[in-house]
């Protein structure tokens, strides 16, 4: 019996060392529209939608990478260098709620700030 206890342990270590979390976080902006950041590694992405309530609904999809640490934020940017996402740094594998997400858009140095919580999968 100690021998099958030490066995599942054992195995739950090692599922525990080749487990990778997965932040997500979901924000709200003023008025319907949401924004979701899933920060995972190479696979992370920044989803956008003005919102369900909105007949004209524009839903944008984009992969984004780290792009630079600073001592307070993570900062991703799109792959096609359109919008920044800079994220608290104690959020990132953490579950929270109450924080700000700040979005930048590049083009027009438009900055939207969102009230988030996040997840961690």
Do not use: W
């Amino acid at each position: 019996m100690i021998r099958q206890i030490i066995l599942v342990l054992g195995l739950l270590f090692l599922v525990a060392l080749n487990a990778e979390a997965r932040t997500y976080i979901q924000c709200a902006g003023q008025a319907s529209d949401r924004v979701v950041v899933n920060l995972d590694d190479a696979a992370s992405t920044l989803f956008m939608t003005s919102g369900v309530d909105d007949p004209d609904e524009v839903r944008v999809l984009k992969k984004i990478k780290l792009y630079n640490e600073t001592e307070k934020s993570f900062e991703y940017m799109s792959v096609d260098e359109e919008i920044m996402v800079s994220v608290p740094r104690h959020v990132v594998g953490n579950i929270l709620n109450g924080f700000e997400v700040i979005l930048t858009f590049l083009d027009s140095e438009y900055e939207y700030k969102m009230s988030c919580y996040s997840n961690v999968f």
